[in-house]
């Protein structure tokens, strides 16, 4: 691929929240400053001291007439109203260049509430609702649903998720992999946020309060999602465009589970790097749709990165939605980014709402010179807007939006990249067991200096992770400091996520009520907390992205590394690909019906460590293999269907081929992912035999250590990678599937 | 101090928050370098003794969550038999 720098334009919205079923009912509501929070629905509340919710009104049956989890729901309602604004004339387009990318917090938490409230019930448990808890289902349900055959991704960064997704999509079409994105973000009202939000004392008593009385949020549901396309597209099929989504910042805060650093360093690391990676400076931002959750450590820290940033500019406008249609989790970035656009759009600023006369004096002296719209929109010509999202996990998202064309970062796809450290927790089976389990014990971890006083909050997940995190460092001999901190960052892909303390912690909201969520176990519910434990404890600073996409999201995060790399936000990137394995998930994976073939479940987690090529020579560093080309492709089969078209697979390995610029005849070795499921492991003969007329030498990494899930998928390559180091093997490819149809193929070269 | 309420303490502690049993002695520092607490420990802390006692900390000063035994001297003093 050659290098290239595209403009990408958002061309559709749709939006529905608390405010309304619609883009323009929602904006109507929100630019006349209309709360939609009201008392709790959904569920009973009597015994907790909040009952307050911002919640959808239209039920599960008048979203959509198929039967997908709510999250999915609320998606395919906004996704389809974005297709429908854009004029996407789908009929016409090659439907394998558009992708859908969303980001979801709680993902299928609805799902996973019913079935162990149907199991405590003493009720027959309905085997679909398996399939529809992950979040790694919410995309492909979406794009299956349109018939769309792109690349899709759920991006899982809690509350930061909805704004990353939007910058996901901007990287992979700047990186040639898709014409088109449907991105945005999803999420429902659920007993798991409430429960745990309420754990934690963080709700209001009445409606959130932002940048007010900061007393707790109110959450929220919804989807809002944008359709994102490249200019060229755009204009070749006549789209009115919107504006131009220029560039974003992620960063770590590397400080807490939950608190944001009260310094606002992570923000404005974020902030800046979202207008430095979009050609804008600071004083040109019109209007920032704040965070502003209402938290007093959330607008506390906030309120002190805006003042640093951008302190004394009263014609800077700030405002925060969420007083209006609540906290929509990992929903919120991509709600907010249609509000955004609709003030764009109105040359209307929609107010932060809730203010008394008292309260406005108050926000003079705490606003440090910045204009704070209160109560009422204000009329403004807005040319470049930005919004920002953070996150538990001490996760930060910055993007930005503007009228006019910048010259923003492209992304280089031909500059090398080589992995120089490999770090690998696997099972072991012992006689008798029926599966492979890894040893996370303390002891493990005593060798890495890390104490039990930090250990001891992570779940079998984040463990995983942890370990394996650093033990590629170590392996790659990286000391992480000040020095290098910002320069390195951090990809997680998984399957199933942190799904043990997840369904515990929904058990025990079944079993001793809403009001007795655990605060000890709720920030590790989140699919990023282990991502955010490994910031934390290494001190890594960057790019910090949690993908959940089945099995072969352990391969995609190689992709989403590298591509970090590309844009020139990191030198040096951790690709994490894991899951766990518990009694739950064998339990779940037993009853959806996957282990009758023969199949061995595993967990683990694999991290490669990915590095510049002006890295590697600048620390000297030993090199297994270089990067030399990768390719995501799929073909939508629905949700929880073992197999898929080998069509899709075929064009994931031959563009992966042709990315590397060579032929199938120079791979010897190629890594798959048979797994004893008969449907799958035709898939992958049927591939081979078809591209291999000659043959090709397959190894495969279950054999000794269980079909571990992503985990897997990214010890493929990390197995090619070591195997290369030490044979003649020019070329080596892994592969890897993923439920929903979607398959990912690197090829590895000799470094 | 009363043992049987100490060490029920204990027993919540090492479940709910997962302080290795091991490690946790009964003046052990419970928010410094020793266990290492911090805020969402003290939630569960004090949603764990109105669970175990009765007993309502919420609002009443550090001093009371330094250790199993200052927690246990609180119990004692506000358990109402």
Known sequence: ?751 | MNEEIAAKIKKMLVERLRIPEDELEYDSELFGEDIGLDSIDSIEIIVGLEDLFGVDMSGSGKENFQSIRTLTQYVEEHKED
């Not at chain 1, 979203?63 to 997908?68: D, T």
């Not at chain 1, 209402?294 to 640093?308: P, V, Y």
């Not at chain 1, 990023?528 to 290494?538: D, E, H």
């Not at chain 1, 005849?665 to 007329?693: H, M, R």
């Open chain 1, 1 to 751: 691929m050659s290098d290239s720098i595209k403009r990408c334009v958002v061309t559709g919205l749709g939006l529905v929240c608390a405010l309304g079923d619609d883009a323009a009912s929602c904006a109507a509501s929100a630019f006349s400053g209309k709360s939609g929070i009201e008392d709790v629905k959904s569920f009973g509340t009597a015994t907790c001291y909040s009952h307050k919710g911002a919640e959808v009104a239209l039920t599960d049956e008048e979203l959509c007439s198929e039967k997908y989890d709510r999250t999915t729901l609320l998606c395919i309602k906004a996704a389809g109203e974005a297709l429908a604004d854009s004029g996407l004339d789908l009929e016409k387009e090659d439907r394998r260049k558009i992708g859908v990318i969303l980001g979801t917090c709680i993902g299928g938490a609805a799902s996973i509430d019913k079935y162990y409230t149907d199991s405590f019930e003493g009720k027959e448990t309905c085997k679909d609702d398996i399939l529809r808890m992950p979040a790694s289902a919410i995309a492909n349900n979406v794009a299956g649903h349109f018939g769309l055959d792109g690349i899709t991704a759920n991006i899982v960064n809690a509350c930061a998720a909805g704004t990353m997704s939007l910058a996901g999509a901007c990287d992979m079409i700047r990186s040639g992999k898709a014409d088109v994105f449907v991105a945005g973000g999803c999420d429902s009202f659920s007993s798991l946020a409430y429960a745990g939000f309420h754990a934690l004392h963080a709700l209001s008593e009445d409606a959130c309060s932002p940048f007010n009385h900061s007393n707790g949020i109110t959450i929220g549901e919804g989807s809002g999602v944008l359709i994102i396309e490249s200019y060229e597209h755009a204009v070749a099929r006549d789209a009115k465009i919107y504006c131009d989504v220029l560039g974003a910042g992620v960063s770590s805060d590397a400080y807490h589970i939950t608190a944001p650093r009260p310094d606002g360093e992570g923000q404005m690391s974020a902030i800046r790097r979202a207008a430095y990676n979009s050609g804008v400076d600071l004083s040109e931002i019109d209007y920032i749709n704040a965070h502003g959750t209402g938290t007093s450590k959330n607008d506390e820290a906030e309120f002190l990165s805006l003042k640093t940033l951008f302190g004394n500019r009263p014609e800077l406008a700030v405002s925060s939605t969420k007083s209006m249609n609540g906290h929509c989790l990992g929903a919120a970035g991509s709600i907010e980014a249609v509000l955004t656009i609709e003030a764009m759009k109105r040359g209307e600023v929609p107010p932060t709402i809730g203010y008394s006369a008292e309260d406005i004096e108050a926000l003079k002296e705490k606003s440090g010179g910045i204009g704070f719209v209160a109560n009422e929109k204000q009329a403004k010509e807005l040319n470049v807007c930005m919004s920002n999202s953070f996150a538990f996990g001490g996760n930060n998202a910055s993007i930005v939006f503007s009228k006019e064309p910048r010259d923003v970062k492209g992304i280089s796809n031909t500059a090398p990249i080589y992995i120089t450290g490999v770090g690998k927790v696997t099972g072991t089976k012992d006689e008798g067991a029926s599966d492979y389990r890894a040893d996370v014990s303390p002891e493990v971890f005593k060798k890495h200096e890390v104490k039990s006083a930090f250990l001891r909050k992570l779940d079998r997940f984040s463990d995983l992770v942890l370990l394996s995190g650093i033990e590629a460092l170590s392996d790659a001999g990286i000391k992480v400091d000040d020095t290098n901190a910002d320069d390195i960052g951090i990809v997680i892909g998984t399957s199933d996520g942190p799904i043990t303390e997840i369904v515990n912690f929904q058990k025990l909201v079944i079993e001793k009520g809403i009001e007795n969520g655990s605060a000890f176990m709720f920030p590790n519910t989140v699919y990023n907390a282990a991502g955010g434990y490994l910031s934390i404890f290494t001190g890594i600073r960057g790019y910090n992205i949690t993908i959940a996409n089945g099995f072969q999201a352990g391969l995609q995060s190689v992709m989403y590394a590298c591509d970090a790399i590309r844009r020139g936000d990191e030198n040096i990137m951790l690709a994490t690909g894991a899951d766990e394995l518990t009694d739950i998930e064998h339990d779940l994976y037993e009853n959806a019906g996957y282990l009758g073939d023969g199949v061995v479940l595993g967990e683990g987690a694999v991290t490669l460590i990915l590095e510049s090529a002006e890295s590697a020579a600048k620390r000297g560093s030993k090199k297994y293999a270089q990067i030399a080309g990768y390719a995501t492709a799929r073909h939508s089969v629905p949700y929880g269907i073992a197999g898929g078209t080998g069509e899709a697979l075929v064009r994931a390995i031959e563009e992966a081929i042709a990315d590397a610029g060579i032929s199938a005849e120079d791979i010897s070795v190629l890594y798959g992912f048979a797994n004893g499921l008969k449907p799958l492991d035709d898939i992958l003969g049927d591939a081979v035999s078809k591209i291999w007329k000659n043959g090709i030498e397959i190894r495969n990494v279950r054999e000794d250590s269980g079909e571990a899930r992503a985990a897997s998928a990214a010890l493929s390559l990390a197995r090619a990678a070591e195997d290369m180091k030490d044979s003649g093997s020019e070329y080596m490819m892994a592969v890897s599937f993923g439920a929903g149809g979607i398959y990912s193929a690197a090829v590895l070269k000799k470094a």
